[in-house]
DNA sequence: ATACATACC
DNA sequence: GACTGGTATGTAT
């Protein structure tokens, strides 16, 4: 079933940058988009906010012009040497393929405003809208038939739809009824993930077992069952992983679903029309780079553009798009995710009165510390936001010694960052705490310190109580998230599925992607999260110290006069961890998992060449040796990154306890 | 560690 | 009549 119905995703035509807002959600159908545009085009117009946009639209273009010029000046060899890169990385990636997890994710439709009109049903069959003049939170169905839609300000929607009635937006309401649809979710997947109020993950493949029946029985019997439960409509998405279910759900929107088989051809036909904009983590910036400056417009256009996209980006996001252009995502389910950040912000009306701004400090301050008690948190440190009355952001860091978490404590840094960039004229000022640690003064108290301190002195690398504590995309919009999978799972964001999300920056220096390249190719599961203790790497120097001298000759030879790209690629090629595990130049054992470590390495070797050849001082002289650790570390860190399974400790711990408490360290 | 950018709901 | 708020993460320096 899964081929066809994309086309006519496909079809969509993504005229895109004009304005501003770029999206093409579902629901649209009918739309003048042509007047749609202008409309919105005409009320920006003139604007700060417009003419901030303009300037991050030319940096952008900026920015996919440096890459086209860099896309010129390869050469048939450098094209041919990325073009193996890829294609080595296609094939691992391809090997790693499972198709034995079925994944719904189920999306309320049109949330708020649904829940709204259950409240008050006079509101059903009228274009209406929860959010302010402002801003625009979500908008019923009716409405988007004008073109109103989330993420637009409520003015410009009223000119688009002047019968547009507005319903200010009521959290505890939304709460309310995702709470009843996660009870529905709980009852299939209990490790069910949360993506937000209205969205969630669920790997159905055991209860499909239970039952004997298939993921698109399963996901009927859910959106019945959170319809009886609410009386909101959801859609459902059924597919091998968590990126393509997503993709799914928004097929049928409103109330239906759209299963992929897990077929690898299915998988493969559905993937290769899809835009690129569909896929969560790829945004209006992604997609108009990637099609400005190399022409992709679609999935499969990832892979058949697999040597620029190695060639240009950073190993991690490269990684990403080949993934994508393979139809490939995650289909494990986390452990835990910790929150890593509480801020609050708040816009007003423009100022440079430095009286009002420190008023508007001292409140944020104030509602920042009140949310970080209410969950029991401390933090290190603080980052000042502040978006100029040109739209422009700033931020400005400080970390501390000590966690805070007073408003008191709060104020007096967030005063001494403010001060600093005065005088200014400001439209909003936010607050940051990360470095998060749970309160309570004495006790030690965050597990994950607790864990690895206990790794440390005991070198248990059973992972024991330790796991859990990598870190991937995740994140947790809602408070409410962290409740109701406290239990296990936590929220985590829709977003990145596969892997990273983000797509980096322009160009700038080759060297530094390059290096990505070869050395790590044969990393691909690894998060690394290095927890790299400084202190254990004492020994180090002998272990490198040795054989790493007699580099590779042959690569000397390259690094003559041509394109230090190339050189360099080449030189790369001739290193290469031996078993997957062994430098081929030195002898050094690392495992896979320590890429960061690899790439160092393998900058160090590249840097000892060049140094050979000629003065040298290119590759930042951070040694590496400093980064080897003994084999016994290495071993034990290794495994305890791995910490696979032993999920164990959550379950131990009252679900009470996380609402007392603030679930976050579980 | 800090600053900035992108993404998602 | 003037473009949100909360969290996460990638990249560069």
Same mark, same amino acid.
């Given at each position: 079933m899964a081929?066809?119905?994309?086309?006519?995703?496909?079809?969509?035509?993504?005229?895109s940058y004009h304005t501003v807002y770029t999206n093409a959600k579902a629901g649209m159908d009918g739309v003048d988009k042509e007047k749609v545009q202008r409309i919105v085009y005409e009320m920006s117009k003139g604007s700060k906010y417009f003419e901030n946009e303009e300037r991050k639209e030319a940096f952008i273009r900026q920015k996919i012009e440096t890459m086209r010029a860099r896309c010129a000046k390869l050469t048939a060899t450098d094209i041919s040497h990325f073009q193996m890169v890829?294609?080595?990385?296609?094939?691992?990636?391809?090997?790693?393929?499972?198709?034995?997890?079925?994944?719904?994710?189920?999306?309320?439709?049109?949330?708020?405003a649904a829940v709204e009109?259950?409240?008050?049903?006079?509101?059903?069959?009228?274009?209406?809208?929860?959010?302010?003049?402002?801003?625009?939170?979500?908008?019923?169905?009716?409405?988007?038939?004008?073109?109103?839609?989330?993420?637009?300000?409520?003015?410009?929607?009223?000119?688009?739809?002047?019968?547009?009635?507005?319903?200010?937006?009521?959290?505890?309401?939304?709460?309310?009824?995702?709470?009843?649809?996660?009870?529905?979710?709980?009852?299939?997947?209990?490790?069910?993930?949360?993506?937000?109020?209205?969205?969630?993950?669920?790997?159905? @493949?055991?209860?499909?077992?239970?039952?004997?029946?298939?993921? +698109? /029985? !399963? &996901?009927?019997?859910?959106?019945?069952?959170?319809?009886?439960?609410?009386?909101?409509?959801?859609?459902?998405?059924v597919a091998a992983n968590r990126l393509l279910a997503k993709v799914c759900s928004d097929i049928n929107k409103p109330n239906g679903q759209f299963v992929l088989p897990n077929n690898r051809m299915a998988v493969v036909?559905?993937?290769?029309?899809?835009?690129?904009?569909?896929?969560?983590?790829?945004?209006?910036?992604?997609?108009?780079?990637?099609?400005?400056a190399l022409g992709i417009n679609t999935c499969e256009e990832m892979l058949q553009k697999g040597s620029y996209i190695c060639a240009l980006f950073s190993q991690s996001t490269a990684e990403f798009f080949l993934s994508v252009g393979l139809g490939l995502g995650r289909t494990d389910t986390p452990e835990v995710r910790l929150r890593k950040s509480i801020s609050n912000e708040r816009t007003f009306?423009? @100022?440079?009165?430095?009286?009002?701004?420190?008023?508007?400090? +001292? /409140? !944020? &301050?104030?509602?920042?510390s009140t949310?970080?008690?209410?969950?029991?948190?401390?933090?290190?440190?603080?980052?000042?936001?502040?978006?100029?009355?040109?739209?422009?952001?700033?931020?400005?860091?400080?970390?501390?010694?000590?966690?805070?978490?007073?408003?008191?404590?709060?104020?007096?840094?967030?005063?001494?960052?403010?001060?600093a960039e005065l005088p200014i004229s400001l439209r909003l000022i936010g607050l940051r705490m990360s470095h998060l640690n749970e309160e309570r003064d004495g006790v030690p108290l965050d597990p994950t310190q607790k864990t690895l301190t206990h790794f440390m002195v005991s070198g248990d690398a059973s992972g024991k109580d330790v796991d859990e504590q990598r870190s991937f995309g995740h994140e947790a919009h809602d408070i409410s998230d962290y409740f109701v999978n406290k239990e296990k799972s936590d929220s985590f964001t829709g977003s990145h599925e596969t892997r990273h999300t983000h797509i980096d920056h322009l160009d700038s220096n080759h060297s530094s992607e390059l290096n990505d390249d070869n050395c790590t190719f044969d990393s691909n599961a690894a998060e690394m999260e290095t927890v790299h203790n400084p202190s254990s790497d004492v020994t180090a120097d002998k272990v490198q110290g040795?054989?790493?001298?007699?580099?590779?000759?042959?690569?000397?030879?390259f690094l003559e006069g041509e394109a230090e790209a190339v050189s360099s690629s080449r030189q790369r090629e001739l290193f290469l961890w031996v078993n997957g595990y062994k430098c081929s130049i030195c002898g050094t054992e690392m495992p896979p998992d320590f890429v960061?470590?690899?790439?160092?390495?393998?900058?160090?070797?590249?840097?000892?060449?060049?140094?050979?050849?000629?003065?040298?001082?290119?590759?930042?002289?951070?040694?590496?040796?400093q980064r080897v650790v003994c084999k016994a570390q290495i071993v034990s860190q290794s495994q305890r990154k791995k910490r696979k399974s032993s999920p164990k400790e959550g379950r131990h711990i009252p679900i009470d306890l996380f609402f007392v408490k603030s679930n976050q360290n579980f």
């Open positions: 081929k066809s119905e994309t086309s006519s995703d496909t079809a969509r035509p993504w005229q890829a294609e080595k990385r296609i094939l691992e990636l391809e090997a790693a393929r499972n198709l034995s997890r079925i994944w719904l994710h189920v999306d309320m439709d049109a949330f708020y009109t259950l409240s008050n049903p006079s509101l059903a069959g009228k274009p209406m809208a929860v959010g302010t003049m402002s801003m625009i939170s979500t908008a019923n169905y009716e409405a988007r038939k004008f073109g109103v839609r989330a993420a637009m300000p409520g003015f410009i929607a009223r000119k688009l739809c002047p019968e547009l009635i507005f319903v200010p937006t009521d959290f505890k309401k939304y709460t309310y009824y995702s709470d009843l649809t996660r009870k529905v979710f709980q009852k299939y997947d209990p490790n069910f993930m949360a993506a937000s109020l209205d969205e969630a993950y669920l790997d159905v @493949t055991e209860v499909c077992k239970e039952k004997g029946v298939t993921g +698109e /029985e !399963i &996901a009927k019997e859910i959106r019945a069952s959170v319809f009886e439960e609410t009386g909101l409509t959801c859609s459902a998405g036909t559905f993937i290769s029309s899809l835009p690129i904009r569909k896929i969560g983590g790829i945004g209006k910036v992604t997609e108009h780079i990637l099609r400005d009306s423009a @100022t440079g009165d430095e009286t009002l701004l420190y008023r508007k400090l +001292e /409140e !944020i &301050a104030e509602m920042l949310d970080m008690q209410k969950e029991g948190l401390c933090g290190r440190t603080l980052t000042l936001k502040l978006k100029t009355a040109a739209f422009e952001l700033r931020s400005r860091a400080v970390t501390l010694q000590k966690h805070i978490c007073t408003s008191k404590d709060i104020l007096k840094h967030a005063s001494k960052l403010l001060k040795t054989s790493c001298l007699n580099t590779v000759t042959n690569g000397a030879n960061e470590e690899r790439q160092e390495h393998c900058d160090f070797h590249l840097a000892e060449n060049l140094q050979k050849e000629e003065s040298g001082t290119e590759f930042r002289s951070s040694n590496p040796r």
